[in-house]
């Protein structure tokens, strides 16, 4: 049985390289270090030096790598020419990739919209951009998928439907951010993963699977009103966009509101057709943690994506990191249950890790038991689902298995297997030093594979 084990990256948050091989500014390159954050002009600087970090992917004996090409690294402004210099460096990835026997998973973006695009047209809320991102993802297909035979579009898509996140990681900052514009991102990005994926499917054997951040999320309470603000979180957040992957449509109760409140989401028959007719190959999420929603605190008249944002409240019956993300395996398993169970494509987890403060003592190894236990714990709850319950899974990928910046720039957050030396604003040497969780993930993955009859030759 193939089983991939793996790591999974972005490119502002591991490439540096910013103003090198021809490649043009997005959000992230014009972004100011603070306190707490670092400029992403070096980040991991793999676009110098990534044969070092996939030989430590290759020593785990992992055999898949996720990473993200970057828009405006290879489109002059996101809808100019394309940049061959930089296509040839995504090229150099596949085939080092491909040496070590280490399959190739690209995912199209990754919130680094073309500075250009969020300044002209607000991002994802303009039909051009949308058309420009089209324009760059087949290119991409023609480019690759004759080497990569796993994709993904959008990172996290049904974040474009939560207002707390949507506006900024679609380049979208410069509207009234309301509840249209909103809807107007929610779709431009579904109808873009449609059509490309059409496109992938027309012209290729490579596999497409959608992807959301599952976001897992309890009522407070056992009354019927926190039970309701949870179900049509799910069915907002969750399942409107997995019923779009698997379906071919959007939810009927998120298509009721839109009607109900007349809500300017400017779709096309065009668009909504392409989205009928598309097809994803499996259902990928990522998972970090599980959070609690209570009604008392949510205005009558808000609207159901919103509702995390008035009513999220913390649950008293679990761990919590020191950045507040509440640990949850038991919700890993129940996330996977929830895809497979209503959708029968398959699953699969393609980022899951725990980010923490550390600090190497320049000697010896991190003794990050606290990862061995967030990991075991886990992958434990998979293979639970797998074996218990007969959700058919095709992986499990880490997230930044090798330090990277966090998402928002953060290099104290840190979720590797291997420690990056440097911090968010003193580069230092950028040494690689391997902390203790690094051979037990190596041993792990022996284990299972033996243990099940994974990967066998």
């Known amino acids: 049985m193939k089983f991939f084990w793996g790591n999974s990256v972005s490119s502002m948050q591991t490439e540096g390289g910013w103003n090198e091989g021809g490649k043009s500014l997005s959000v992230y390159d014009v972004r ?25 992917i290759q020593d785990l004996g992992m055999n898949m790598y996720r990473f993200q090409i970057s828009w405006s690294r290879v489109v002059k402004d996101g809808d100019g020419d394309f940049n061959q210099e930089g296509i040839d460096y995504y090229h150099r990835i596949v085939d080092a990739l491909i040496e070590r026997g280490i ?4 995912c199209l973006y990754h919130f680094d919209m073309p500075l250009h695009l969020a300044e002209e047209y607000n991002g994802f809320t303009s039909k051009h951009v949308k058309e420009a991102f089209v324009r760059y993802g087949q290119k991409m297909i023609d480019e ?34 309301d509840v249209h514009e909103l809807y107007q991102i929610m779709h431009n990005v579904m109808a873009s993963h449609a059509e490309i994926t059409n496109y ?34 799910d069915e907002f957040i969750n399942y409107n966009l997995l019923d779009a992957y698997a379906k071919g449509q ?26 009928a007719s598309h097809y994803n190959d499996y259902l990928s999420f990522s998972y970090y943690a599980s959070t609690t929603i209570s ?42 249950n929830k895809m497979y169970q209503r959708y029968q494509l398959p699953v699969f987890p393609i980022e899951n890790g725990i980010g923490v403060q550390e600090e190497w003592d320049g000697e010896n190894p991190i003794q990050d038991d606290y990862r ?38 953060d290099m104290r957050k840190r979720y590797g297997l291997v420690y990056v030396n440097r911090t968010n604003h003193d580069l230092r040497d950028m040494k690689r030093v391997p902390k203790k969780s690094y051979q037990w993930f190596k041993e792990t993955i022996q284990e299972y594979n033996e243990k099940y009859g994974l990967n066998k030759e």
């Open 295 to 336: 009604a008392n605190e949510i205005p009558s008249d808000t609207a159901p994506n919103w509702y995390l944002v008035e009513g999220k409240v913390d649950n008293p019956h679990l761990d919590t990191t020191e950045w507040n993300w509440q640990i949850d395996p038991l919700g890993f398993r129940d996330v996977m």
């Open 144 to 177: 690759f998928s004759n080497k990569v035979k796993y994709w993904i579009i959008f990172n996290e898509q049904n974040l474009y439907s939560e207002p707390n996140i949507s506006y900024v990681i679609a380049g979208a900052e410069n509207g009234k951010q």
């Open 103 to 106: 399959e190739p998973m690209i």
């Open 32 to 56: 100011e270090a603070s306190e707490f954050a670092s400029d992403w002009h070096f980040a991991n600087d793999n676009y110098h030096h990534f044969e070092e970090d996939f030989d430590y």
């Open 372 to 409: 061995i236990a967030y990991h075991e714990a886990h992958i434990k709850a998979m293979f639970d689902a797998i074996h218990e319950d007969g959700v058919e899974i095709m992986g499990y990928l880490g997230w930044g298995l090798i330090d990277i910046l966090s998402s928002q720039g």
């Open 200 to 233: 992938l499917h027309e012209n290729s054997d490579a596999k497409m699977g959608g992807m959301l951040a599952y976001s897992e999320v309890y009522p407070a309470s056992s009354k019927p009103e926190d039970i309701l603000a949870a179900r049509k979180w």
């Open 250 to 275: 959007y939810s009927n109760e998120v298509l009721t509101y839109i009607k109900n409140n007349q809500i300017d989401w400017k779709a096309t028959d065009e668009e909504l057709e392409a989205i």
